[in-house]
């Protein structure tokens, strides 16, 4: 899901699924295009809408202040808003990361880990906050298997015993200290307000969720299908306490505790 070259000025890619690209660096490429044929691109609409695909010429691309990529039309527009109110890519890969809590849960969350990319006029580095293994003994795991559309099969492994030591939260706060522009609570609030707001479940969730249901049967979205409306009062508490007290909250605090118990 890379973004086009010519947009590639700075890019931030969270868990391989957002890009968020800013266009400073990229007027001279933008600048060939001009007179060449339009371009294809999404338009991300309001919470909850479906992403449509419309026709943008190359001249009004080099007045976009960037260009956003991500799984679910909410996620994009979270990314786009905070663009859109002064943040840098990286402020807007983080926010559409938390926020993506509550739009893709079944494919990532509190729990998980990734990586990211971040692309600067000085610097180009990976940040590596992936999931790992925790030490002392664990249950045995549950092993299904899940079917795919066309028929494929993959088996999974599931319950405590597969559970690993989360890295996103962490990762995300230190992406964010580290390049962020905006406050660390104005990036974690959109997700906040998502799940508190509420979102409707699209094609692509509802198919997730029934192909997965052997894993998702005791969370939230279990068994919701296309236009179900989901509020997540507990994810936005959890998300609140984030934005307030940081990632330390989440590995040694109240969140800890919780999360152990």
């Known amino acids: 899901r890379a973004a086009p070259a010519f947009l590639r000025g700075n890019a931030g890619v969270h868990q391989g699924k957002l890009d968020v690209v800013q266009r400073r660096g990229a007027r001279q490429q933008v600048e060939r295009l001009e007179d060449e044929a339009d371009v294809a691109v999404p338009d991300a609409g309001e ?54 809590w509550v739009t893709e849960s079944p494919l ?66 230190e992406v964010h200290r580290t390049y962020g522009r905006l406050p660390w609570r104005d990036v974690v609030a959109p997700a906040v307000e998502v799940a508190r707001g509420g979102v409707d479940v699209n094609d692509g969730q509802a198919f997730l969720h029934e192909i997965l249901d052997l894993v998702l049967h005791e969370t939230p979205v279990a068994g919701l299908g296309v236009g179900s409306r989901f509020v997540w009062e507990d994810l936005a508490g959890t998300l609140e306490r ?12 109240e969140l800890a505790k919780r999360i152990s118990a």
């Open 47 to 100: 919470f909850g809408s479906e992403t449509t695909t419309s026709r943008v010429s190359a001249r009004r691309l080099r007045r976009m202040r960037g260009a956003v990529a991500a799984g679910h039309p909410v996620t994009a527009e979270v990314a786009a808003d905070v663009l859109r109110r002064g943040g840098n890519a990286v402020d807007a890969c983080v926010a559409a990361g938390f926020a993506s």
């Open 108 to 173: 990532t969350g509190p729990g998980g880990g990734g990586f990211m990319l971040v692309h600067t006029p000085r610097v180009t580095r990976l940040l590596d906050f992936f999931v790992t293994v925790p030490s002392g003994g664990r249950p045995a795991p549950e092993e299904i298997t899940v079917t795919f559309s066309g028929g494929q099969h993959q088996d999974f492994r599931v319950g405590k015993g597969t559970c690993a030591v989360p890295g996103t939260t962490a990762g995300l706060e």
């Open 242 to 253: 984030i934005a307030e007290r940081g990632a330390t909250d989440f590995y040694s605090g």
